[in-house]
């Protein structure tokens, strides 16, 4: 059974640093793309980092968090980060991690077939 874990979310002034992690269990890890998505209050879910399966390890950022955001894997650990810099308040929201089970990575939410719980992370002074 797929299981994906976030931690590491919480309360940050502005231009502080969080690193998100997303434990991974119940698949072939390092063959399948991961997700990063955020869901702020009353707006839609969008994603935010993806990176390909481990065979590939490309990354890919959405232009609001380009140069601050970093998307990384461990496929010993079977754990996927998202280190996130120079944090602004329109960062807040509820970030989740998932998979979609093909080699590489998109932004839609639909293509996804398995989320985490979320994990919060609020920005403000």
């Known amino acids: 059974q797929v299981h994906l874990v976030e931690s590491g979310g919480g309360l940050v002034q502005p231009g502080g640093s969080l690193r998100l992690s997303c434990a991974a269990s119940?698949?072939?890890?390092?063959?399948?793309?991961i997700g990063w998505f955020r869901q702020a209050p009353g707006k839609e879910r969008e994603g935010v980092s993806c990176?390909?399966?481990?065979?590939?390890?490309?990354?890919y950022y959405v232009d609001s968090v380009k140069g601050r955001f970093t998307i990384s894997r461990d496929n010993g650990k079977n754990t996927i980060y998202l280190q996130m810099n120079s944090l602004k308040p329109e960062d807040t929201a509820v970030y989740y991690c998932?998979?979609?089970?093909?080699?590489?990575?998109?932004?839609?939410?639909?293509?996804?077939?398995?989320w985490g719980q979320g994990t919060q992370v609020t920005v403000s002074s």
């Open positions: 990176i390909n399966s481990g065979r590939d390890g490309r990354t």
């Open positions: 119940g698949f072939a890890f390092d063959s399948y793309a």
């Open positions: 998932a998979t979609k089970r093909r080699l590489f990575c998109t932004f839609s939410k639909y293509d996804y077939d398995y």
